[in-house]
Every structure is written in structure tokens, then in C-alpha cells.
């Protein structure tokens, strides 16, 4: 009854911003996103007789409590649709820059989602997989694939139609992924509190359902025609009208410091001096700047040298889950 999977972050090019069911965690807007293959989380699942409780070890240390709470919450769902009531020792590693703004919980839901099932022998598809990673956390459920992943929003109330799928392979286009670190100065609202302020008080967010449709249909023909600029020309309209939302939320809220928009800045002159490169920015001050392989190194130095920036880590489109032999882990007895 154990089993060890590992599952990759993913970056969102076409934002999930908005629920329309919190506790099934069903998005307002379909969303699309890259899978990298840099950052992952390994996850060993064992339910045991022998457990009076959950445990949960992350990166090699028993977890604090509340932690293990959201664990234990995610594992009875797949405790009840599985029927087995017994508990189970979670040991998960995240390979994950912790302060580089690349939130693990996708990874980790994804991971926890595929070895927990795996360990009760469960036999479900990727997509039934994907739906269950969502209600850990909504990212959770596209990194179940690699490469291109669209998560469709679906239209069913029990949310069984709201899952990821694949778009195009990772081998099928390469991109280059610059994850820019930057010195956390603000204290973080969760992704989770902002956008459900932005939905129940923004005026802008209308102006945000209204549009993000057709952003999603530009960046799939894009991506259909590898196509880097449209795809790069859309992506930053999305995150733009994403944070935009924020500022006309009640009590109005930013996630950018002046770090970010620095990196902003030379993104915008690198673009005016003829190379493609284009940003992205999820609910942190971190930017994301895409391009194309060929012009990695020159962008990776050029961002390198704005004053604020710390560390760039780059990346690729990578693979979707995976399920790896035993290896020595905690165990439970
Ligand atoms: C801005 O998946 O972290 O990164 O479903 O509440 O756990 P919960 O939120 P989460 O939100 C991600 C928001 C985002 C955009 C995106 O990844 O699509």
C-alpha cells in the first residue's frame, strides 16, 4: 500500500484567476499553462494499519500541524472514494527554489494526488487524476501532464468535467522559461484570498471574463503555429489584465514592488532593441520572462544585471507525472 511519484511545477500563460465554487475549487475561466522541467516535487505514499493519524514529512522534517491538516483533508477525499479508511505517512521532497515565487503546491497536489491513488491501487485515467489534484490546490490539476496543458473550466456542478489535458508534448516546441528571483520585501496574500477579493469586489473583474476566452484561443493558435511572438504578445496581456483586477478590488491590493516593474522595464527594452522576450506574474513580486532558447543567455545576463534581481533560474517545458521505484523513505512501523 505505498507507492512514490513525482510531479513538475508549472508556469500559467493564460491565468486562473477566480473560483466559481470554492470548496470544489471550480474556476471561473479556462487556463492554460507550461509544465517545467527544473522545479518538481517527489512525494512517498503509505497507508498502514498501523497509523492512529496522518503524518507528513516535507523536505525531511515532520510537518507543523496545520500543514498536515490540508493534507489529511486532501487524503479523505481519496480515502472516500476509495473506500479505505486507513491512514497513511506522507514524505515529500520539493525541489523548488523556496523563495523563487514558484508556488509548490501545483507539484505537490499533483504528487501527493498520483502516489496516494497509486499506493491504494486505484485505477483512474489522467483526467479523473486531474480532478482529484484540483482540490488541492486548482494548479494542481495541469500539472498532471507536461508540455502545453490547458485546464478546461467544464459546466458540470459536481466538477467531474473540470480538469487538465494536454495541448502539445514538451519535445514538440521548446521555449526558454526565465524564472527571476527577487528580494521578497512584502508580506504575501495568498492567491487564494486574492482572487476571491477580486471576484467579489472588483469592477474590473467582468472586463477580466470578458476578454480571457479569446486570450486562450490566441495562445492555442499560437501555440498550434509555434508561433512565439502572438504567443508572447498574449501572455503578457493576460497577466497585465490579471494584476489589473487587483487594483480594483475592495480593499484594492498589488502584488508587483518596485523590483518587479524594473524587470518589467527591461523586458520592454529588450523587446525595443529586437529580442523577444516577454513576462509573466503570478500572485508574488517574481516575474517570469519567456523566450526563445536562442536568446537565452543574452536575456538571462541582461535581466542578471538589473540591480534588484538576485538569481534567474531558467527552464523548459518538461514532463508530466511519474511514478518511481521505492526508495528508502520514512516509513510508518
Ligand atoms: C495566479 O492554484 O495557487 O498562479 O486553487 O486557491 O490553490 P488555489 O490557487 P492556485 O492559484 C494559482 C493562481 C495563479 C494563476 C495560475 O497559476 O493560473
Not at 21 to 29: A, D, G, I, K, T
Not at 50 to 56: E, H, I, Q, W
Not at 259 to 280: C, N
Request: one cysteine or more.
Amino acid at each position: 500500500m505505498e507507492a512514490t511519484a513525482k510531479a513538475h511545477t508549472n508556469i500559467a500563460l493564460i491565468k486562473y484567476w477566480g473560483k466559481r465554487n470554492e470548496e470544489l475549487f471550480l474556476p471561473m475561466n479556462s487556463n492554460l499553462s507550461i509544465t517545467l522541467d527544473q522545479f518538481y516535487t517527489i512525494t512517498s505514499v503509505q497507508f498502514c494499519e498501523c497509523l492512529t493519524a496522518d503524518k507528513f514529512y516535507l523536505n525531511d522534517t515532520l510537518a507543523t500541524e496545520d500543514e498536515t491538516k490540508k493534507i489529511s483533508e486532501f487524503l479523505d477525499l481519496i480515502r472516500n472514494l476509495s473506500g479505505v479508511k486507513k491512514y497513511a505517512v506522507v514524505d515529500s521532497t520539493n525541489k523548488v527554489p523556496t523563495a523563487a515565487g514558484f508556488a509548490s503546491s501545483a507539484s505537490g497536489f499533483a504528487a501527493l494526488a498520483a502516489a496516494a491513488t497509486k499506493a491504494l491501487g486505484m485505477d483512474i485515467d489522467e483526467p479523473t487524476l486531474s480532478t482529484i489534484a484540483r482540490r488541492g490546490s486548482g494548479s494542481a490539476c495541469r500539472s498532471i501532464y507536461g508540455g502545453y496543458v490547458e485546464w478546461k473550466k467544464g459546466q458540470l456542478p459536481d466538477g467531474t468535467d473540470s480538469h487538465a489535458e494536454q495541448i502539445l508534448p514538451e519535445e514538440k516546441w521548446d521555449l526558454s522559461i526565465l524564472s527571476v528571483l527577487l528580494e521578497p520585501k512584502q508580506k504575501k496574500i495568498l492567491s487564494r484570498e486574492g482572487m476571491k477579493r477580486s471576484v467579489e469586489t472588483s469592477p474590473f473583474y467582468q472586463g477580466w471574463l470578458d476578454t480571457v476566452d479569446e486570450d486562450l484561443e490566441v495562445a492555442k493558435q499560437a501555440i498550434n503555429q509555434r508561433n512565439f511572438e502572438m504567443l508572447g504578445d498574449v501572455l503578457e496581456r493576460n497577466a497585465m489584465k490579471m494584476h489589473a483586477t487587483t487594483l480594483g478590488a475592495n480593499p484594492p491590493f498589488m502584488y508587483w514592488q518596485s523590483a518587479t516593474f524594473d524587470v518589467m522595464e527591461k523586458v520592454q527594452e529588450l523587446r525595443e532593441s529586437g529580442i523577444h522576450a516577454y513576462f509573466t506574474i503570478d500572485a508574488g513580486p517574481n516575474v517570469k520572462v519567456l523566450c526563445q532558447p536562442k536568446d537565452e543567455e543574452y536575456v538571462r545576463e541582461a535581466l542578471m544585471s538589473v540591480t534588484s534581481v538576485q538569481d534567474v533560474f531558467t527552464c523548459h517545458p518538461g514532463p508530466g507525472i511519474s511514478y518511481l521505484p521505492q526508495t528508502k523513505r520514512k516509513t510508518c512501523c
